[in-house]
């Protein structure tokens, strides 16, 4: 089954070639860009590729944009390896001009042990949630790509808001395209955090991101994924989040913390 990009190797296994296409791109028509979610994944997988060895966290810095139709190179350097573990850099960049730079450790041990101590929010299965339609009610665009079912709290969409809220939303996703969970998936679900902004704020807001952290644990190769944001806190425009992504079973699979520029929409209250 093809996944949710087409990252291209290379003659050279340090280089790969990612090819900017609408379905990885998000904003409004004509000024579209890739997905900063889309790029964190995408380093992830020219690493993985690279060491031959699975991510355990990874940590995005988003420089400039990158248009549909262009090509991002994505140059990767392996500074120390060891007898498990591989300390890795991501360089992705359209000639000169750098668009993400991502920074990850690499690798796992031999060892059964596994806990968690974050347990899952009660909430409804996907089943029993209304389906979300966003702000701008995309028919194409990576978010279209996507199923979103709200779980409890508000979500950025055209709704009437009833003022500040308690910072925090979950929500079911899933690919309609059939893609389970892996870490690529949820780097992508993860950028998502700005979905909390206008049910914590009481305004329609959204975000530009300025970087994304993401730490996995055990991943299951589920359908739906739960994703519970918590807007912590806003200062100065920029606003802070974290994400938690679960199984339906219960299981922490990653979490994942993000920094936005807060932007305000001017977007009509439904009626």
Same mark, same amino acid.
């Given at each position: 089954?093809?996944?949710? #990009?087409?990252?291209? &190797?290379?003659?050279?296994?340090?280089?790969?070639?990612?090819?900017?296409?609408?379905?990885?791109?998000?904003?409004?028509?004509? %000024? *579209?860009?890739? #997905?900063?979610?889309?790029?964190?994944?995408?380093?992830?997988? $020219?690493?993985?590729?690279?060491?031959?060895?699975? !991510?355990?966290?990874?940590?995005?810095?988003?420089?400039? #944009?990158?248009?549909?139709?262009?090509?991002?190179?994505?140059?990767?350097?392996?500074?120390?390896?060891?007898?498990?573990? %591989?300390?890795?850099?991501?360089?992705?960049?359209?000639?000169?001009?750098?668009?993400?730079?991502?920074?990850?450790?690499?690798?796992?041990?031999?060892?059964?042990?596994?806990?968690? /101590?974050?347990?899952? &929010?009660? !909430? &409804?299965?996907?089943?029993?949630?209304?389906?979300?339609?966003? /702000?701008?009610?995309?028919?194409?665009?990576? %978010? %279209? *790509?996507?199923?979103?079912?709200?779980?409890?709290?508000?979500?950025?969409?055209?709704? &009437?808001?009833?003022?500040? @809220?308690?910072?925090? !939303?979950?929500? /079911?996703?899933?690919?309609?395209?059939? =893609? #389970?969970?892996?870490?690529?998936?949820?780097? !992508? $679900?993860?950028?998502?955090?700005?979905?909390?902004?206008?049910?914590?704020? @009481?305004?329609?807001?959204?975000?530009?991101?300025?970087?994304?952290?993401?730490?996995?644990?055990?991943?299951?190769?589920?359908? /739906?994924?739960?994703?519970?944001?918590?807007?912590? =806190?806003?200062?100065?425009?920029?606003?802070?989040?974290?994400?938690?992504?679960? $199984?339906?079973?219960?299981?922490?699979?990653?979490?994942?913390?993000?920094?936005?520029?807060?932007?305000?929409?001017?977007?009509?209250?439904?009626?």
């Amino acid at each position: 089954m093809p996944g949710l #990009f087409d990252l291209q &190797p290379t003659h050279n296994p340090y280089r790969w070639h990612l090819p900017v296409t609408d379905d990885l791109c998000v904003g409004l028509e004509g %000024s *579209r860009f890739l #997905f900063g979610g889309v790029g964190l994944a995408a380093g992830i997988k $020219a690493m993985e590729g690279t060491s031959g060895r699975p !991510v355990i966290w990874a940590t995005a810095h988003y420089l400039s #944009f990158a248009r549909p139709g262009s090509v991002v190179d994505i140059d990767v350097s392996l500074p120390a390896q060891g007898r498990l573990t %591989s300390q890795a850099n991501v360089v992705a960049h359209i000639e000169d001009r750098q668009i993400i730079t991502v920074h990850a450790a690499l690798g796992e041990r031999d060892d059964p042990m596994t806990d968690q /101590w974050l347990d899952m &929010p009660r !909430v &409804p299965g996907p089943a029993d949630c209304p389906p979300v339609t966003g /702000w701008r009610n995309p028919t194409t665009g990576l %978010s %279209s *790509r996507f199923e979103t079912r709200l779980a409890a709290g508000i979500y950025n969409e055209n709704k &009437p808001l009833a003022g500040r @809220g308690d910072g925090r !939303v979950t929500f /079911w996703m899933r690919s309609r395209e059939g =893609l #389970f969970a892996d870490s690529q998936l949820l780097a !992508v $679900a993860a950028d998502y955090v700005a979905s909390g902004l206008s049910g914590a704020m @009481g305004r329609h807001a959204g975000g530009n991101s300025l970087d994304n952290t993401i730490r996995f644990g055990r991943i299951q190769p589920v359908e /739906w994924i739960l994703c519970d944001v918590h807007i912590e =806190l806003l200062h100065h425009g920029i606003a802070h989040g974290v994400m938690h992504l679960y $199984a339906p079973d219960g299981l922490l699979m990653a979490s994942a913390s993000q920094s936005l520029i807060v932007r305000f929409r001017d977007v009509p209250e439904a009626r």
